[in-house]
């Protein structure tokens, strides 16, 4: 062993071994016990004595204010049947921008269960969302799903607020329906359109 590398070694143990308690000398302790408050207690640093704070009047939830059922992808203790937000063209295009970056890397872009990932994932891969089972679940499952994560799939509860999950939600729909349309049942403009793309 070289010097340079036994004298750090050496100051080490001097320093270890001259004081009984190795970790106050290090100043441990004191990372340790940080002074810090809790919830419910006192404290004289406010006018009102109390530690914690009434949120200033006007603010609102950063997930939006909402009732419990919309919060939670229920209706009363059953699965919502439907989504319980308006559902316009800017809510279906923010569904879809949320949906492309957050869930088609796995569930692939049109939501068909194809993707790069799901060929390389050896356990569990993400299913199909546009057909069964998960084509007939309610709208409050997928919800939930997405709030809360299933079997290996992380929850996107942090990186979706509550109304943009619900918006994934709808965007859900509209691939569904896209995906399973039949010919026969487009209006004849774009049936020929549809037909000429097939051919
Ligand atoms: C990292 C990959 C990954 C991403 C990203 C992902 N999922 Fe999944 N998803 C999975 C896997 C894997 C499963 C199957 C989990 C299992 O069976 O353990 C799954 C299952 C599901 C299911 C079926 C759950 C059930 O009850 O059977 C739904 C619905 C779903 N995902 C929706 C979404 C939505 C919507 C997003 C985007 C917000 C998303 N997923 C993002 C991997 C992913």
């Not at 089972?133 to 309610?138: G, K």
């Not at 509860?157 to 896209?178: F, G, I, P, Q």
């Amino acid at each position: 062993m070289s010097s340079r590398v036994l004298s750090p070694l050496v100051a080490l143990t001097l320093l270890l071994g001259g004081c009984e308690n190795p970790v106050s000398a290090i100043g441990f302790e004191r990372m340790i016990d940080q002074p810090r408050g809790k919830a419910f207690k006192a404290s004289p640093y406010f006018a009102d004595g109390r530690l914690m704070r009434t949120p200033p009047a006007g603010a609102v939830p950063i997930d939006g204010a909402g009732s419990r059922d919309r919060m939670l992808g229920l209706a009363g203790d059953t699965y919502a049947s439907t989504i319980p937000i308006a559902v316009d063209r800017a809510l279906l295009r923010r569904g879809q921008d949320r949906f492309e970056v957050y869930c088609a890397t796995c569930h692939g872009s049109t939501g068909d269960g194809k993707s790069i990932v799901a060929a390389h994932m050896s356990l569990r891969k993400p299913p199909s969302l546009v057909d069964d089972p998960v084509r007939s679940f309610p709208p409050g499952r997928v919800f939930q799903v997405i709030s809360d994560g299933y079997g290996l799939m992380p929850s996107y509860a942090s990186a979706l607020v509550v109304d943009e999950r619900w918006a994934v939600v709808a965007y859900l729909r509209a691939l569904t329906l896209s995906a399973h349309v039949t010919l026969d049942t487009l209006p004849a403009a774009e049936r020929r359109r549809a037909e000429e793309a097939l051919r």
